[in-house]
């Protein structure tokens, strides 16, 4: 090839590279010989549950209509999430996915010359989403693998236009409490808008976690954005949600893509919100399972960070890179953490009982070689 194409690519995306999802079930089969029905997979925080049956009953009612575009404005959704959430659908703006949000604020709100603050060991999509539009990343030293609100702060300068936090973080699992996220949005310009990701809300109890939503009033400048892939089960359709002032929500409504969140998608999402019973079995079984990993790992030894998700990053006090390959030969998919800055780390999504078990097992096997 004459042309390079990489050198002409803009700075931003030359310097990236591509996201690494969690390894998918057939691809480690077809790569190591194993049966696919006696691999693990917890490395993508993926509800072990299976989908809402209800969930399932309305995607089923939607499959005669695939010959339709779905309804571009998404009312039906939009609707219930403004009820749910006590705000206007007006404030609501619907995403492929929460990823989808965040790369909605990027095109809106930066570009070259303008910067994105957030924490290291963020959420990977976080530098691809500011990259891509050219702006500069503005990475702040975590404290303890947690947000330093305080450092983040103190780092948002004349170019800065957006700040990322996460409540809990992906991949640490670390969280702040409200009286953290009040003072924090009260240091912050009201020319910056704050994009608080609460992919992993659902699974808090109480109020140890501080609810985004009750602060909109007060900041303009705030963006919520949430998902329907964790606690709800719905990781392969893609569906996620912001929630801001009407105006912001109307500007990212400009650069969304029409038609960005499917019908099947749309349907399902609705019929997993009034399913308060099988969220509550998705949050119980992260509880109880979250204490399964927690007292396997006290028993071979080994620390790990306290987390707020639906998964846990535990230290192997050596390069973990091995291990995960090792792993990957009994069977068990996790997710190493190098490309965050934890090299020693594995995350572990939180599975069923069983899967647990069959991870906990393997992972003893493979330290004790």
Not at 175 to 198: C, H, I, N, R, T
Not at 251 to 271: E, G, H, K, M, T
Not at 354 to 364: D, P, V, Y
Request: glycine share 8%; net charge negative; proline share 7%.
């Amino acid at each position: 090839m004459s042309c390079d194409f990489l050198a002409l690519a803009q700075p931003g995306v030359q310097k990236l590279s591509p996201y690494v999802p969690g390894k998918p079930v057939d691809e480690l089969a077809r790569e190591l010989g194993l049966d696919p029905a006696n691999i693990v997979k917890l490395a993508s925080n993926e509800n072990p549950l299976g989908p809402s049956p209800k969930a399932l009953e309305a995607i089923r009612a939607e499959l005669s209509e695939l010959t339709r575009y779905p309804d571009g404005n998404g009312f039906s959704l939009k609707s219930l999430l403004a009820q749910r959430c006590g705000v206007q659908a007006q404030q609501v703006t619907l995403g492929n996915g929460s990823n989808d949000i965040l790369e909605l604020v990027a095109r809106a709100y930066l570009a070259p010359g303008l910067n994105a603050v957030f924490s290291e060991h963020a959420f990977a999509v976080y530098p691809i989403a500011t990259q891509a539009v050219g702006a500069q990343c503005n990475i702040v030293p975590a404290r303890d693998f947690g947000h330093d609100l305080q450092a983040m702060a103190e780092a948002i300068n004349e170019q800065t236009r957006v700040v990322f936090i996460a409540n809990p973080n992906n991949p640490t699992g670390t969280w702040f409490g409200p009286q953290a996220l009040a003072e924090f949005l009260a240091k912050v310009p009201e020319s910056v808008l704050v994009v608080l990701d609460e992919a992993y809300i659902e699974y808090a109890h109480g109020s140890e976690l501080p609810d985004g939503l009750d602060y909109l009033d007060q900041y303009p400048n705030l963006l919520v954005s949430r998902t329907f892939s964790k606690a709800y089960g719905l990781a392969a359709l893609r569906v996620g949600y912001g929630i801001s002032s009407a105006q912001v929500a109307d500007i990212l409504n400009r650069v969304r893509q029409p038609f960005n969140v499917n019908s099947l998608a749309q349907a399902a999402a609705c019929a997993a919100l009034d399913d308060l019973e099988y969220l509550a079995q998705s949050r119980k079984v992260n509880d109880d399972g979250m204490a399964q990993l927690e007292a396997g790992f006290r028993e071979l030894g080994l620390n790990w960070i306290p987390s707020k998700g639906n998964f846990i990053a535990v230290d192997l006090a050596r390069d973990a890179g091995p291990i995960n390959q090792a792993l990957l030969s009994e069977g068990v998919i996790v997710r190493p953490t190098a490309n965050y800055g934890m090299p020693t780390y594995l995350r572990v999504s939180i599975g069923l009982p069983e899967e647990n078990s069959r991870f906990l097992a393997a992972l003893r096997k493979v330290l004790d070689a």
